[in-house]
């Protein structure tokens, strides 16, 4: 089993449309939950950090189930610049190494 | 601030040649660089973890021998293929923590497009 897994998609959704991407981790003492966003050929961007009390910023809502271990990333209203690979990151080990999903293809179509 | 820069951002290498890749943090010190690997539609592998003044700690799977790295300074480590081979042809990013920061962020270098022909 991955220790962190994510639903590769693609989404394609139109502009305007709600999308929700959904990850889930294997190691239940993982402290740090993120969201990143890659696009095409370029480095992973931190889009934002998932507390457990779930946060928000702007269109993005990120919310974390430590009991279930599941995070998930809500984009509202999907603009076309929102087009890009997201990647679920959990950190891992003493080291405090990030462990990357494999990221989830979104596409927001005019 | 927290700007890393890679360089080169791509290289073209023949088959058993070895290649030098750069990593700079360029506006804070970073005791600890890590070193990522990914292929076409696949998600960033951690490679190894580069502490500055000592050995790095390669995760399962690499080869030590095969990918060195050094990381003599607070803002420079360095990752070199030895005997690249088409294989190795990859996305290598590096990523820096600050030093003396208690968090999990690491902030991403652009990025080394490797190509072995």
């Known amino acids: 089993r991955k220790e962190v897994e994510q639903d590769p998609g693609p989404f394609n959704v139109p502009e305007g449309a709600t999308v929700a991407f959904n990850c889930t981790y294997s190691n239940s003492a993982s402290q740090s939950f993120f969201w990143y966003r890659q696009d095409c050929r370029k480095e992973p961007k931190l889009l934002m950090s998932?507390?457990?009390s779930g946060n928000e910023d702007g269109r993005f809502t990120a919310q974390l189930n430590r009991a279930s271990q599941y995070i998930s990333l809500l984009i509202r209203d999907s603009k076309l610049s929102d087009s890009a690979t997201y990647l679920c990151?959990?950190?891992?080990?003493?080291?405090?190494?990030?462990?990357f999903g494999s990221g989830t293809q979104l596409t927001v179509l005019p | 601030g927290a700007v890393v820069s890679q360089h080169p951002s791509w290289v073209i290498c023949k088959s058993g040649t070895s290649v030098k890749i750069e990593c700079r943090s360029l506006?804070?010190?970073?005791?600890?660089m890590f070193w990522y690997r990914q292929f076409p539609k696949q998600s960033l592998m951690l490679m190894a973890t580069s502490n500055e003044g000592s050995k790095a700690t390669y995760e399962q799977g690499v080869e030590k021998d095969k990918f060195l790295i050094n990381h003599a300074s607070l803002t420079l480590s360095t990752l070199t293929v030895t005997s690249a081979h088409p294989e190795d042809s990859s996305f290598y990013i590096c990523?820096?923590?600050?030093?003396?920061?208690?968090?999990?962020?690491?902030?991403f270098g652009p990025g080394t497009r490797l190509t072995v022909t």
């Open positions: 990151v959990v950190n891992s080990g003493s080291a405090r190494q990030l462990t």
């Open positions: 998932v507390y457990s």
């Open positions: 506006d804070f010190q970073a005791t600890t």
């Open positions: 990523s820096a923590r600050a030093s003396g920061r208690d968090s999990y962020e690491q902030y």
